[in-house]
T-cell receptor
């Protein structure tokens, strides 16, 4: 399977803990996006990389959130000091330049 | 504030019926995508429309992009239970936002056998 993969698929954590999610894009795709989706809403943009450079961040991405794509391949999204409001589905997508974005299966985060 | 408004929010129909869902905005988009999402999974791309007035067909699904590139519709003919899912439209504004997608809230479609 050469689609976008995300790990873990589910994460349950206690408030105040740190969590890290991983996204592996389609291999030749140079753009990688992170989105967040809460119940009853469409995905909302968080941040975007072109190769290893983080080019845009949403105001939704507070200082507790950090994303990296160190070698221009996989990416990680870390949330520090999680809050209950962080509970959501975190989606990763990848694309070739201006082409369509293909999404991974998502990581469902539950903060207790 | 949602840039893209989708209607209806929920749609429950019997197998064999036809339906249309709408995606409207006051903004112009470079392109518009339609995705379908199953519970607990990521969105799966169905189609991209780029040219104002464009119509694309995918088996029983017909997608149309408005002439002004601000709105779109999805028409399903003879719906089947396998069509059940959350249908999301997403706009791409390449001019100012380097390709980020703006999503609507989606239309939750349930097709009963």
């Amino acid at each position: 399977d050469t689609g976008v993969s995300q790990d873990p698929r589910h994460k349950i954590t206690k408030r105040g803990q740190n969590v890290t999610f991983r996204c592996d894009p389609i291999s030749e795709h140079n753009r990688l996006y992170w989105y967040r989706q809460t119940l009853g809403q469409g995905p909302e943009f968080l941040t975007y990389f072109q190769n290893e450079a983080q080019l845009e961040k949403s105001r939704l991405l507070s200082d507790r959130f950090s994303a990296e794509r160190p070698k221009g391949s996989f990416s990680t999204l870390e949330i520090q000091r999680t809050e209950q409001g962080d509970s959501a589905m975190y989606l990763c997508a990848s694309s070739l330049l201006w082409d369509e974005q293909f999404f991974g299966p998502g990581t469902r985060l539950t903060v207790l | 504030t949602q840039l893209l408004e989708q209607s209806p929010q929920f749609l429950s129909i019997q197998e064999g019926e036809n339906l249309t869902v709408y995606c409207n905005s006051s903004s112009v988009f470079s392109s518009l995508q339609w995705y379908r999402q199953e519970p607990g999974e990521g969105p799966v791309l169905l189609v991209t429309v780029v040219t104002g007035g464009e119509v694309k067909k995918l088996k029983r699904l017909t997608f149309q992009f408005g002439d002004a590139r601000k709105d779109s519709s999805l028409h399903i003919t003879a719906a089947q239970p396998g069509d059940t899912g959350l249908y999301l439209c997403a706009g791409d504004d390449r001019g100012s936002t380097l390709g980020r997608l703006y999503f609507g809230r989606g239309t939750q479609l349930t097709v009963w056998p």
